[in-house]
């Protein structure tokens, strides 16, 4: 099994940029994409970014294209999303996910690709 938690979620104002982190263990060798998603309230969740745990080959939204940076520390086992310029529509929960290849994988990755999800990580963009 493979567990994922988020973190750095937080309250900003627009124009502000966050680095979320998702930390990864278990059996992470068996991970072969890393993504993040987000929800806002009333929404269908939708794809931010992915990386590719032993390639550095990235995919990004376009939601977020231009704003986005994916980042991984494979020896630490975690994977960043930088948001630059954040917007009061980005407020949702950011969710972390990964996909491993024996149930088959997805490029760039979808909801239903997924075998693992973490909690989610709170984004806010207010005044």
């Known amino acids: 099994q493979i567990q994922l938690v988020e973190s750095g979620g937080d309250t900003v104002q627009p124009g502000d940029s966050l680095r979320l982190s998702c930390v990864a263990s278990?059996?992470?060798?068996?991970?072969?994409?890393v993504a993040w998603f987000r929800q806002a309230p009333g929404k269908e969740r939708e794809f931010i970014a992915a990386?590719?745990?032993?390639?550095?080959?990235?995919a990004y939204g376009d939601s977020v294209k231009g704003r986005c940076t994916i980042l991984k520390d494979k020896a630490r086992e975690t994977v960043f999303l930088q948001v630059d310029g954040l917007k009061p529509e980005d407020t949702a929960l950011y969710y972390c996910?990964?996909?491993?290849?024996?149930?088959?994988?997805?490029?760039?990755?979808?909801?239903?690709?997924?075998?693992?999800w973490g909690k989610g990580t709170q984004v806010t963009v207010s005044s």
């Open positions: 278990g059996r992470t060798e068996n991970i072969y994409n």
């Open positions: 990386v590719k745990r032993y390639t550095d080959m990235k």
């Open positions: 996910a990964a996909d491993e290849l024996q149930n088959g994988v997805q490029w760039p990755p979808v909801i239903g690709a997924m075998d693992y």
